[in-house]
């Protein structure tokens, strides 16, 4: 075997503080009491596999401003202490660059860098300096260089002033691409992206990916959605659109539990023997890989996805318009929200009852903002 392979595994979002509708009783607040290997223990004799290991980090590990009892301060919290889990796991590369690493502000943001950099655990997705360019990280095995980039295209969430990460755009990630491909054998590029709950990209979506796959990616990540989309074969290497969620609280609709671990071999040709693990969140927020029937199930319909994704590229008349595909995704996450609000109220006996009245309160206020009756409320202060 050439040794100038590696074995690469990807996963999804990994969430390791509380939703904001599991406060007090979701991911955080059920893994802080047993081991930091705890979020992963069904997976790691799968992990063990691979020589490079990257997921996206959807929460801070840090406590910095923390006010206990305060509904938007606890909400999607982390710890310091579950950096031993990510080790442990193996994680080599995690991305930040995603809508929730700022919520509370950009000191937190800094020292989880610093706590994964100092772990060994390179932090993706971080600016250079402007945060329309990513800062590239390399990882080097078997005598291959691993370039990595991260972008988040999500609209800023709980803050105004620039990001600390690398805020997409699709000409900067071309350029970026383009840059960090000269100085390596291979690039992995982590993009936080698309609408949530709809189970395919928009024609905006694939046009970036194919610009920055065409600039010089191997292999595209994506993330932020919460459901699994389809898989891109793209000149040599491929497109994930989406991984969904891997660790995670949001359990009250089947396909936010339903996600996959990407493995392939990433060579300075491209990117070989490229398959998904199937896997399916537990009630106790842990992924675990589905075996028998169950497994065939998830792949056949994540394979249903692709042969449509792969379709549409081969028929671009048949490619639905933005606007199309702008109701769609309204559709979609009208009828997610229902769904969290009736698993809100089945569960509201669990949270503590000043949070209730704080989530109510916001709730109301959210709605009212949506519907013009009064303001935005502000973003949260940065720290």
């Known amino acids: 075997m050439n040794d100038r392979t590696v074995l690469f595994q990807g996963v999804g979002d990994i969430a390791l503080g509380d939703h904001p509708l599991c406060a007090g009783f979701g991911t955080h607040s ?6 930091p290997s705890f979020p992963f223990e069904h997976v790691t004799k799968h992990f063990d596999r691979a020589e490079v290991l990257f997921g996206n980090l959807e929460c801070t590990l840090s406590q910095t401003g923390m006010k206990a009892g305060d509904y ?9 202490a579950y950096l031993d889990g990510l080790t442990q796991a193996g994680f080599d590369v995690m991305n930040l660059a995603n809508n929730h690493s700022l919520q509370h502000g950009r000191t937190p943001f800094r020292e989880t860098v610093d706590i994964l950099k100092g772990a060994g655990i390179e932090a993706a997705g971080v600016n250079n300096g402007d945060y329309r360019h990513c800062r590239e990280v390399f990882v080097e095995k078997n005598g291959l260089k691993i370039g990595f980039l991260g972008y988040s295209l999500r609209p800023r969430q709980y803050f105004t002033e620039e990001p600390l990460y ?19 054998d291979t690039l992995v590029v982590s993009m936080h992206w698309g609408d949530e709950f709809i189970d395919r990209p928009s024609p905006d979506e694939i046009a970036t990916a194919h610009a920055v796959m065409d600039a ?6 994506g993330h932020h959605p919460h459901v699994l989309r389809g898989v891109e074969k793209y000149g040599r290497g491929y497109i994930v659109y989406s991984l969904g969620n891997f660790v995670c609280d949001m359990i009250w609709d089947s396909p936010l539990r339903e996600t996959a671990i990407v493995q392939c071999r990433l060579t300075a040709e491209g990117v070989r023997d490229f398959e998904l693990l199937p896997v399916r969140i537990n009630d106790d927020y842990q992924p675990q890989v589905l075996a028998g029937e169950a497994g065939k199930a998830l792949l056949a319909r994540i394979g249903a996805l692709s042969d449509r994704l792969q379709h549409l590229c081969a028929n671009p008349a048949e490619v639905e318009t933005m606007e199309q595909y702008n109701v769609a995704a309204h559709e979609e996450h009208a009828k997610s929200r229902a769904k969290s609000h009736r698993y809100f109220l089945r569960n509201a006996y669990k949270f503590p009852p000043a949070l209730v009245v704080q989530q109510l309160r916001t709730y109301v206020r959210n709605r009212l903002a949506e519907r013009g009756f009064i303001k935005q409320p502000p973003p949260m202060p940065g720290c």
């Open 166 to 184: 690398a805020e997409g755009e699709r000409d900067r990630i071309v350029e970026d691409a383009r840059r960090a491909r000269a100085q390596c």
């Open 216 to 221: 010089g990616a191997d292999l595209i990540i």
């Open 30 to 35: 059920r893994h802080r009491k047993r081991a």
């Open 72 to 80: 938007n301060s606890i909400q999607m919290r982390g710890h310091e």
